[in-house]
């Protein structure tokens, strides 16, 4: 067990729909990434938190968004989603913002109908 | 661009056999590297990591991997694979100039045959 909590654990929507992912970081860590895997894609990183304030984007569609909230807890937001979202969703968190391991939550799965 | 190659898509040892997983990264700086392994429906777990010192690493569940920067590579290692070993791994860089972003591998996957 990595300490990193995400809810829920599977998630089964429809094409056109929004939803919100949530993770909670270990006790003490600062910075939350939301990453996503899927089978042609492979493990991507979405965005990255510190401390409340985004601290790096990598390849985020327009549609997804994310906050990192006062108690660190961090949502991702899906929104219009395609089939092509289906996917496993991982947070993961760190003690700061550079030079330090991730943990990785149990992920998200996603599957869009 | 920072990237990672994992060369090797699928592994397959015996039990109780040697096991070596390839990695090549490249990064125009001093890279820090990981080692994941993922089991089936599970999140990932560290195995161990790289930053800076003695190239050769050791991790848990007895695997080591050495840092080549001649080579760009940072192969995995376990002298005697066991049954449970059998996971998807995952070598990762991480990139400290924008945040901490790491870049992964698409993953090698094992099989270990009893």
């Known amino acids: 067990d990595s300490g990193v909590t995400q809810t829920p654990k599977h998630l089964i929507t429809a094409t056109g729909q929004r939803v919100t992912l949530r993770c909670s970081p270990r006790?003490?860590?600062?910075?939350v990434y939301w990453y996503q895997q899927s089978l042609d894609q492979g493990l991507q990183f979405l965005i990255q938190?510190?401390?409340?304030?985004?601290?790096a984007k990598g390849n985020i569609l327009e549609r997804f968004s994310a906050q990192q909230f006062p108690d660190l807890h961090s949502e991702l937001n899906l929104s219009s989603l395609e089939l092509g979202d289906s996917a496993l969703y991982f947070c993961?968190?760190?003690?700061?913002?550079?030079?330090?391991?991730?943990?990785f939550g149990p992920g998200t799965r996603l599957t869009v109908l | 661009a920072q990237s990672v190659t994992q060369p090797d898509i699928h592994i397959t040892v015996s039990e109780g056999a040697s096991l070596e997983l390839r990695c090549n990264y490249s990064?125009?700086?001093?890279?820090?590297l990981f080692w994941y392994v993922q089991s089936p429906g599970q999140g990932l777990q560290l195995l161990l990591k790289?930053?800076?010192?003695?190239?050769l690493v050791q991790g848990i569940k007895g695997f080591e991997a050495e840092f080549k920067r001649s080579q760009s590579s940072f192969n995995l290692r376990k002298p005697s694979v066991h049954w449970s070993d059998a996971a998807e791994y995952f070598c990762?860089?991480?990139?400290?100039?924008?945040?901490?972003?790491?870049?992964f591998g698409t993953g090698t996957s094992l099989t270990v045959i009893p």
């Open positions: 938190y510190y401390n409340g304030e985004e601290r």
């Open positions: 990064y125009g700086a001093t890279p820090y």
């Open positions: 006790s003490g860590d600062l910075s």
């Open positions: 993961a968190s760190s003690v700061d913002s550079d030079y330090n391991e991730q943990f």
């Open positions: 790289y930053f800076s010192g003695d190239t």
């Open positions: 990762a860089v991480g990139a400290s100039n924008t945040g901490n972003q790491f870049y």
